[in-house]
């Protein structure tokens, strides 16, 4: 049996993508410094899956710390989710993003020399194709300039792991960008559970449906779109789950080098169709207005699925009335979100 180590596996997709590895036959080991997630995903993840997983709480940038989860499991490959991901923080404190980020990035890839683990996954971002709004985005749209520090941490990791390959051929590396993670997994027991006030859409829609926030305000509604709100390429989380056991899978039977792949469902859908979606699945109205554009948004992002259905056979199989009820089964069980030891 592969045993695969997820970086970030305490966190939402990590979490989600340990359940896809299991049901796929692999085993797995955590390692999570809980910057961004609580202990109790890992109480969940034992209910769901029948069996816990071995957990390191480690930071990925302390390269000592992180050698201990190498000397201790044969690993043969890894997923990296680990990272700081709000946007809007990470123009804030934008040093914290570049040394947590790449600092982890780093560190891992040193490790994964030195003890000839060959396999990795990165989590990236469609961020890189930065303000381009020629749609959809294919792997060949070139890369764009990014409108913050989170975005520039994902493009630079990109060509870090690109150099780190041409100098160490053996490696076979895949880089996943992925699209609008939305959604929860079908138990209700882990989904999205972000601190304070949302920044994201289904996350602020989830807690408007549940009473915890009064309302909605959709960031402008004056975009050439057809009804004149944004369009993102929402996919569910245990989609893109999947998409990442389809990427060691792809590693397992290919040479060594780089490849990359979309990660998103090719459809665009508006911030009023979403949230129509919703209240579709919460049975009630979602309270919103209108207000002016969010700086940095573009008004339409989605996937060209084509190479990641071809090469990497991977097709997202949920709609968007399947992530929206996912989302509020999630709301209603964790109205408060998880508890905090
Ligand atoms: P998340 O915050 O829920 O999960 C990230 C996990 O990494 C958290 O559990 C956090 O505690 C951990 N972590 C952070 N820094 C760490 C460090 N130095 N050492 C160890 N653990 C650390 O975020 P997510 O939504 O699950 O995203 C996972 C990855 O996917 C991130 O790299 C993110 O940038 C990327 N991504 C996310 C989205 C999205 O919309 N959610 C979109 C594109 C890419
Ligand atoms: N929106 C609102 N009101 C809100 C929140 C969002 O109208 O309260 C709108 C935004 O303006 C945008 C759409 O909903 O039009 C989606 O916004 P999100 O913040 O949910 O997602 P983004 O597309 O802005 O960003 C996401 C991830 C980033 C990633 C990017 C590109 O959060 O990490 O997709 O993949 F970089």
Known sequence: MSTVLVTGGNGYIGSHTVISLFENGYD???????ANSKMEVQRRLEKICG???KFYNVDCCDEEALSVVFEENKIDAVIHFAGLKAVGESVTIPLDYYSNNIGSMITVCRLMKKYGVRELVFSSSATVYGMSEDVPFTEESPLGVCTNPYGWTKWMIEQILRDFSKAEPDMKICLLRYFNPVGAHESGLIGEDPRGIPNNLFPY???????????????????????GTCLRDYI?????????VKAIQYLDSHDSGVCLFNLGTGKGTSVKEAIAAFEKACGHPINH???????????????STEKAEKELGFK?????DDMCSSCWKWQTMNPEGLSDN
Not at 294 to 300: C, F, L, T
Request: negative net charge; proline residues 6%.
């Open 51 to 53: 069996r816990s997983f």
């Open 236 to 244: 569910h989380v245990c989609d893109l789950a999947d998409g990442h």
């Open 289 to 303: 207005v209108f207000g002016p554009r969010r700086p940095g948004d573009i008004a339409v992002c989605y996937a």
């Open 205 to 227: 829609i989830s807690k408007v449906a549940g009473g915890t926030l009064e309302k909605l305000t959709v960031f402008g509604d004056d975009y050439p779109t057809p009804d």
């Open 316 to 320: 997202a199989r949920y709609t968007i």
């Open 28 to 34: 797995v080991v955590i390692a999570d410094n809980l």
